[in-house]
Nanobody, 127 residues
């Protein structure tokens, strides 16, 4: 099994930036597709973006496209989410997740494809 721990969340003003990290342990995530999701109060967990095992392919939700960037560092066994031009609508708990089965595809926007999840980190954007 793999354990995922998110960090880097906090309070930021609108227009600002944050970088979230997802540190994996227990096993390497180097051969897994990975995803970021977020959940605001009263809403379902929604897709943010995904990345294939090598980092050569990424896919983003329309709501964050052009503002957020997913990357990974195999040496550190870590997944990242760089967030820029943040708006209050981005306020949510952000979760990382690992898909141990598939390589990549737009279906990774669906929560059911992921096998392991972190506990989440809070991102709050003030206006």
């Amino acid at each position: 099994q793999v354990q995922l721990v998110e960090s880097g969340g906090g309070l930021v003003q609108a227009g600002g930036s944050l970088r979230l990290s997802c540190a994996a342990s227990g096993r390497t995530i180097g051969n897994y597709a990975m995803g970021w999701f977020r959940q605001a109060p009263g809403k379902e967990r929604e897709f943010v973006g995904a990345i294939n095992w090598s980092g050569s392919w990424t896919y983003y939700a329309d709501s964050v496209k052009g503002r957020f960037t997913i990357s990974r560092d195999s040496a550190k066994n870590t997944l990242y989410l760089q967030m820029s031009s943040l708006a209050p609508e981005d306020t949510a708990v952000y979760y990382c997740a690992a898909d141990t089965t598939t390589n990549w595809g737009t279906w990774l926007a669906l929560r059911r494809y992921y096998d392991f999840w972190g506990q989440g980190t809070q991102v709050t954007v003030s206006s």
